[in-house]
Every structure is written in structure tokens, then in C-alpha cells.
């Protein structure tokens, strides 16, 4: 029988792997034998160089529906799409003012706009093949809205949204051979959890502790094999027992 969870020969796009969650899910596949197409905001050159396996980098700005074109129209068929790119940044929804409106609109562009200029770039080229994998990042603060108080509103409403566009876009196309779903990790020591100052409690969390990147990268290697087959519109938790759907 063959091993559906073997990425070899499978051709994937990664945004976001210059994070700390999607150069881990980069690893994950690449380990897996997937042929890998990486991009960032600025190319994630050094990541390709340490993979090998004819992994290609590439700058892109998810939010920019033109670029997103140009690149799929460059890259050739996928067998799965993995948006690991993500935007957040603390404000003052309160009194922010102007400068908090322009928080939002990017956090939007970034977290909605972008995986949605992905999916509608990357269906062509799928429903041609008769298949396809696409997996969304969301986050568990979409689900008890951020697991400190210190959590920005703006992040959380674009994550809420982000899991109603999986099974969205996974209605639209589950007759065609594709599936759709996402991930919900809850809080991971990552750069920009780091950078963000939040005090976790840990000693309250059922593992005591947070994730790694490597935990999310590794479901979402899942989430890209054919394995997945009859999967499709789900939002799976991944966050030490923190919430549950």
C-alpha cells in the first residue's frame, strides 16, 4: 500500500517561510521529499540554500493581488498551497485613532485579503489536475478571542474570518478534487510572540508550556499530503489542549 503522508514528488508553496511556523513547516516538508516554492516579503533565500532539493525562494506580498498572479503564473502546477503568513502588531483600538485604522487595514490585507488572493490564484491550475491541498493558518484566538487580554482585536477578527473562509473556499471546491483546511495553533514561541511582550501564564496551561514551531509544521505536512483525501473544510486545533472546537 502506498504512504500517502510521503511528500516526494509533491510540488508545494509556502508564503511566510521567513517566520519562525513557516520556515519550521518548510523543514517538515522538505524532510518529507517536497519539491518546495518559498516566499516571504523579502525571499527567504538562506532557507532555500539550507534545504536544497531544488527549493526556490521568492519575495512576495501576499496582500498585492498582482504579484500573486505573476507568481503562480511563473511557478507552475502545485499540488498544495500552505499560507503560513501572518500580520500582527499592537495598537490601541481604544484610542488609536487614525493610526489604529491603518493597524487594522493592513492586519486585514495580510490575515484575509492575502490567503484570499492565493487560493483564487492556485484553483485554476488544481481544478485543471483534478486535485489539490490547500492549508490556511488561523489561530485559537479566533476561538476564545487570544489567550491574554492583551490580545489585539484587530488579529483576532482577521483569524475568525480566516477560519470561515476555509470552510467557505472548502464548499466551493470539494467537487473538484481539492481540499481545504487550516490549522489553529494556539500560543508558540516564536519571534513575534516573543517581540509582542505578552504575559503567558504557563503554569496554568495544560502542557505547561508553549509550542514550537515544529508542532504546527508537522500537522500542517499532514494537512499537504494526499492522506487527506476525504478531509475538508476543518480547522484543526493545535494547541496543547488550551480550546477545543
Excluded at 470539494?174 to 503567558?200: H, R, Y
Aim: proline share 5%; net charge negative; hydrophobic share 45%.
Amino acid at each position: 500500500m502506498k504512504n500517502l503522508f510521503d511528500l516526494r514528488g509533491e510540488r508545494i508553496l509556502i508564503t511566510g517561510a521567513g517566520g519562525a511556523i513557516g520556515g519550521a513547516t518548510a523543514r517538515v516538508c522538505a524532510s518529507l521529499g517536497a519539491e518546495l516554492i518559498i516566499t516571504d516579503l523579502k525571499a527567504p533565500e538562506a532557507l532555500a540554500e539550507e534545504l536544497g532539493n531544488s527549493t526556490r525562494a521568492a519575495g512576495l506580498d501576499n496582500a498585492s493581488r498582482r504579484d500573486v498572479d505573476a507568481l503562480f503564473a511563473d511557478v507552475g502546477p502545485l499540488d498544495a498551497l500552505v499560507d503560513c503568513s501572518g500580520y500582527y502588531v499592537k495598537g490601541d483600538w481604544v484610542d488609536g485613532g487614525d493610526e489604529w485604522d491603518a493597524l487594522l487595514a493592513r492586519t486585514l490585507d495580510i490575515n484575509i485579503k492575502g490567503p484570499t488572493n492565493l487560493v483564487r490564484a492556485c484553483l485554476p491550475g488544481m481544478i485543471a489536475r483534478g486535485s489539490g491541498r490547500i492549508v490556511l493558518t488561523g489561530s485559537m484566538s479566533a476561538r476564545n478571542a487570544g489567550s491574554t487580554l492583551a490580545v489585539e482585536p484587530a488579529y483576532v477578527a482577521s483569524k475568525g474570518g480566516l477560519h470561515a473562509l476555509v470552510r467557505y473556499f472548502a464548499r466551493q471546491v470539494a467537487d473538484k478534487g481539492i481540499v481545504v483546511n487550516g490549522v489553529s495553533p494556539g500560543p508558540i514561541l516564536t519571534p513575534l510572540l516573543v517581540s509582542a511582550n505578552q504575559p503567558f501564564a504557563t503554569d496554568s496551561y495544560p502542557m505547561k508550556r508553549l509550542g514550537e514551531p515544529a508542532e504546527i509544521g508537522w500537522p500542517i505536512a499532514f494537512l499537504c499530503s494526499r492522506g487527506t483525501s476525504f478531509m475538508t473544510g476543518a480547522v484543526v486545533d493545535v494547541n496543547g489542549g488550551m480550546a477545543f472546537s
